[in-house]
Nanobody, 125 residues
Framework: QVQLVESGGGLVQAGGSLRLSCAAS????????MGWFRQAPGKEREFVAG????????DYADSVKGRFTISRDNAKNTVYLQMNSLKPEDTAVYYC??????????????????WGQGTQVTVSS
């Protein structure tokens, strides 16, 4: 089992930046592809970014391309999401997830086996 704990969320003005962290325990995340998802009030959870086990392959939702960067440090058992140029529509609870999946399926929520509890990101206009 892998336990995932997100941190780094908060309140930021539009145009600002935040860096989310996802710390894993229980097992090393080097065996898993990792992803970030988000859920805004009244909406379904959606894919944000994914990264392969080695970190070489990444994928992003069109809405965040060029603004968000996913990265990982397997030695620290941690995954990051750097969020720049934040917009009010980025307001959501952000979830970290992990699974033994291929890059082609990063965006498929059901393919992930492990999930964190989420961290709130609020962007004010």
């Amino acid at each position: 089992q892998v336990q995932l704990v997100e941190s780094g969320g908060g309140l930021v003005q539009a145009g600002g930046s935040l860096r989310l962290s996802c710390a894993a325990s229980g097992r090393t995340i080097s065996s898993y592809a990792m992803g970030w998802f988000r859920q805004a009030p009244g909406k379904e959870r959606e894919f944000v970014a994914g990264i392969s086990r080695s970190g070489i392959i990444t994928d992003y939702a069109d809405s965040v391309k060029g603004r968000f960067t996913i990265s990982r440090d397997n030695a620290k058992n941690t995954v990051y999401l750097q969020m720049n140029s934040l917009k009010p529509e980025d307001t959501a609870v952000y979830y970290c997830a992990g699974g033994t999946i291929a890059a082609a399926t990063f965006q498929r929520e059901r393919m992930y086996d492990y999930w964190g509890q989420g961290t709130q990101v609020t962007v004010s206009s």
